[in-house]
């Protein structure tokens, strides 16, 4: 880091930039960054662990393969940014506890979760069809749609629940809930997710 | 009136939800074409998840630094500005760690499982799938986050989303370049 001169003060832009270096310093960000990303690295070897246990689904569900990315992708986009906004929410006062009668609280987790139906839907639709076109073999609409639908509901609702909990908890804690609820959230939602999906397919496969 | 509403929420999240899951689809569809070497080799089925992972997360944080500073209003230029410079490195950096940290988890899990990959073989796959990362997922990041702050769009909303996405193609693609470069 530079050495301010006297003279130096003075100048504002030299300043401006020593403020950027600091703000913006290499270690500062990877010492900040990298904690959370070993842990989300271990959280995604466990729900890969799960994944390599589901080679028997994986065989006999064609497609099932197919639907992996996008489930996974449903809990990271839409119950992590539910997350992040509950924790706006509490910052302006708009929930103060875990109450499910609370409007902005419940249209929060109504929202979300009729997003991941209709996007887990699409998806079960769009995996089937471009495997048919590509001449691949599908396990059929129905099963693919069904497995996505499910497991995107049921991981969306629980994910929902603990998001909740998450968000008011550590703000009572006196904890900054934006540190620790959207990164909590993805790597329990890749678990949780991966989970759902094994779940959903054995029952596919038992009926 | 409440703050969020049911309806603002779907219309707001939708566009962006139906780009990332044709994205998903086709990270689907490149996933099931290697099945065959994935059930053959469980500790790069293992690495899958991860390796999807890692290159959305740095990602993701490049691109939340770079709002957050397009936000408090620094000049952001691509060549001069160390908040783009440091930002850029720092991802790499943390992406480098994790991906190395990835693969020396992930091979002592298969030695404990009984079974034994090469553990180059799983520094290969991750190799090329960081490669990836920092060509077109941070590259991709670096400009999407000026563009969007230039068109007014909130990146949260944007580039976060769609920075995910891309660190899931670029973590398939990695792995099916890695199983052709090895020939597995």
């Known amino acids: 880091m530079a050495n301010y001169s006297i003279e130096d003060e003075d100048d504002f832009d030299f300043e401006y930039e020593g403020y950027l270096e600091e703000y913006a310093s290499i270690q500062s960000i990877v010492r900040e960054a990298l904690p959370f990303e070993l842990i989300a690295v271990v959280g995604g070897i466990i729900s890969g662990i799960l994944l390599s246990g589901m080679t028997e689904e994986i ?8 639907l992996v990315p996008g489930i996974m992708g449903l809990r990271g986009n839409i119950s992590s940014s539910l997350g992040s906004r509950l924790t706006s929410a509490i910052h302006m006062g708009l929930i103060d506890g ?3 009668k609370n409007k902005e609280l419940q249209n929060n987790i109504v929202g979300s979760m009729v997003l991941t139906v209709i996007i887990s839907f699409l998806l079960g639709v769009l995996s089937h069809s471009v495997s048919v076109v590509l001449g691949l073999q599908s396990a059929g609409l129905l ?6 639908v499910t497991a995107g509901f049921i991981s969306g609702i629980l994910l929902a629940i603990l998001s909740a909990y998450l968000a008011v908890g550590t703000f009572r804690l006196g904890l900054d809930p934006d540190n620790i609820v959207t990164p909590a959230i993805a790597t329990v939602g890749d678990i949780l997710s991966m989970m759902t999906i094994f779940f959903v397919a054995r029952l596919v496969l038992y009926i | 009136m409440t703050y969020y509403t049911v309806k603002g929420l779907v219309k707001r999240g939708l566009p962006i939800l139906i780009l990332t899951c044709f994205i998903a689809v086709l990270v689907g569809q490149i996933l099931s074409a290697e099945e065959q ?5 469980p500790a790069i089925l293992i690495m899958v998840p991860v390796l999807m992972k890692i290159g959305g997360d740095t990602g993701g944080m490049l691109g939340a630094r770079l709002s957050s500073a397009l936000h408090l209003g620094f000049s952001v230029s691509l060549r001069k500005s160390p908040v783009v ?7 790499a950096i943390v992406g480098l760690i994790s ?12 030695i404990y499982s009984g079974r034994y990959i090469p553990f180059y073989t799983l520094f290969v796959v991750g190799i090329f799938v960081y490669t990836l990362n920092l060509f077109i997922v ?6 999407l986050s000026l563009a969007s702050h230039k068109y007014g769009l909130d990146p949260d909303d944007t580039v976060i989303p769609l920075v995910a996405s891309l660190g899931d193609l670029s973590g398939v693609v990695g792995i099916f370049i890695a199983i052709v470069v090895l020939s597995l």
Not at chain 1, 59 to 66: A, K
């Open chain 2, 37 to 41: 070497i994935l059930v053959k080799y």
């Open chain 1, 98 to 100: 875990v109450d499910w």
């Open chain 2, 99 to 110: 991906t190395i940290f990835a693969c020396v988890i992930v091979w002592f899990i298969d």
């Open chain 1, 59 to 66: 065989e006999m569900i064609p497609g099932l393969l197919v």
């Open chain 1, 143 to 148: 099963k693919l749609t069904f497995i996505s």
């Open chain 2, 85 to 91: 410079r440091n930002s850029f490195i720092a991802a």
């Open chain 2, 138 to 143: 941070y590259l991709t990041t670096v400009v």
